[in-house]
């Protein structure tokens, strides 16, 4: 055995005597708080997207770029901080929470300027490429093998809560509004709360998030970052298990535009459209944390993770129910459409702290952070070119077949051919 593997299993032993037991939580809970507060205006505007065009004076197509800076600057900074993370994760995380903040007061403050949006929202997007992908790292370093899939369910879905209050707020807030004044002042209100919410993170972030000896606790082979980084394609089934779990999660961070685009022709309203987002968000938020403290407990006893069974049985319900939307949608009433959605949110989004999860297994010893942040970037990808593909006047009713399209070969490689690997759970045990 390998002194790195040795030096894990020190660890994952001798935990709870070294770090307290209620510490672990308490960072957990600053990271989630920061990923929360991040994304509460990635979709902010949807339930009121064209008065927030009127508001600040721009085509409602360009609106896409507050989530597109989302999705850039974690492709192009992501990667490079993966070093920075791995050093001082503490200071990364402090310094990603007053990135937030400053560019959520830049938004609040450019009142009517789209350009100080923009240069807002890349701020933030630049914070949330400092934190996107730790939950997986934070959960090595802070938490033991038996309850790992937990923190990491829970540090991943904080950025699924944001956007499920975000949206519902903006769907109670705007419905039934028409007065573009009134609207102007609502947007100005949502935008300083955001504001306030991210400023009230700096201080958990430098009260809660403390330093550890990271060095100590590495337990990934001593290569290069970059080579790391670029010799993972050399690894049997990694490009097809990547884009697999990529575009899964790609079309989980879309689907409330998608959805959203394919409603409003058939005469649901705006309230309507945003209560089907809660309960694909709600539904697949709960059923995850559910799932993962299955998984933990199976692993307390000692027996492998259900990865294999949890990744093929939940992708199915979520391929099954979007494939029902696409056939059904202008047929469906509104109760149906809610039980599809919670099926939808069971399928696309339990799959993202899992599907992580059971990667860093399967590609262990390589550096947990290079592992997610390929997936999350692929994903990323994928959300950046759909916002432009599905406002296509030939393809912006056929989004959910565009969606279905783009998963049908990887739901039949989940189903055929996939098989998790645990060469981090076996070493640990």
């Not at 955001?194 to 337990?219: E, S």
């Not at 990744?311 to 809610?338: D, E, H, N, Q, R």
């Amino acid at each position: 055995m390998s002194k790195s593997n040795q030096v894990e299993i020190y660890y994952n032993e001798q935990i709870s005597s070294k770090e307290s037991k209620r510490m672990k939580w308490f960072v957990l809970f600053a990271y989630s708080f920061l990923a929360f507060s991040n994304v509460l205006g990635f979709v902010s505007y949807s339930p009121v997207w064209l008065n927030a065009a009127i508001y600040y004076d721009v085509e409602a197509n360009d609106l896409y770029w507050i989530g597109n800076l989302y999705y850039i600057t974690f492709f192009v900074f992501g990667p490079p901080f993966i070093p920075l993370l791995e050093k001082r994760l503490d200071l990364c995380l402090q310094v990603s929470s007053i990135l937030t903040a400053a560019g959520a007061w830049m938004v609040w403050f450019g009142k009517q300027s789209f350009f100080m949006c923009l240069v807002g929202y890349f701020f933030v997007g630049v914070s949330e490429a400092l934190f996107l992908a730790v939950p997986v790292y934070l959960s090595e370093i802070w938490f033991t093998a038996y309850d790992r899939t937990l923190a990491t369910c829970l540090g991943s879905y904080a950025t699924l809560a944001g956007i499920m209050a975000s949206y519902t707020y903006s769907s109670f807030q705007f419905w039934d509004l028409i007065d573009q004044e009134i609207i102007n002042i609502k947007i100005e209100e949502m935008n300083f709360i955001i504001a306030i919410l991210n400023t009230i993170c700096v201080p958990f972030c430098f009260i809660f998030i403390r330093n550890t000896n990271q060095i100590a606790r590495n337990v990934e082979e001593n290569l290069g970052f970059f080579k790391q980084f670029f010799e993972i394609f050399r690894i049997e089934e990694f490009l097809l298990d990547l884009l697999a779990f990529a575009m899964f999660i790609g079309i989980s961070w879309v689907y409330i535009s998608v959805i959203s685009l394919q409603l409003y022709p058939f005469g649901y309203t705006q309230l309507e459209v945003g209560i089907a987002g809660i309960f694909f968000t709600g539904s697949g938020i709960i059923a995850g944390i559910w799932i993962s403290f299955k998984l933990d407990l199976q692993t307390r006893q000692g027996k492998l993770p259900d990865y294999d069974i949890i990744i093929k049985y939940t992708t199915s319900m979520g391929f099954l129910a979007l494939l029902l939307l696409a056939f059904l949608i202008s047929y469906l009433p509104f109760w149906v459409l809610i039980i599809l959605n919670i099926m939808n949110g069971i399928g696309l989004n339990v799959i993202y702290p899992i599907a992580i999860e059971a990667f860093v297994e399967k590609l262990y010893p390589l550096k947990s952070l290079i592992v997610s942040t390929w997936i999350l970037g692929i994903a990323n990808i994928l959300g950046f070119a759909l916002n432009y593909i599905l406002v296509l006047p030939t393809i912006i009713d056929y989004g959910i077949w565009l969606s279905l399209l783009i998963l049908t070969p990887f739901q039949l490689y989940f189903l055929l051919f996939y098989k998790s690997k645990f060469r981090r759970f076996e070493l640990s045990n």
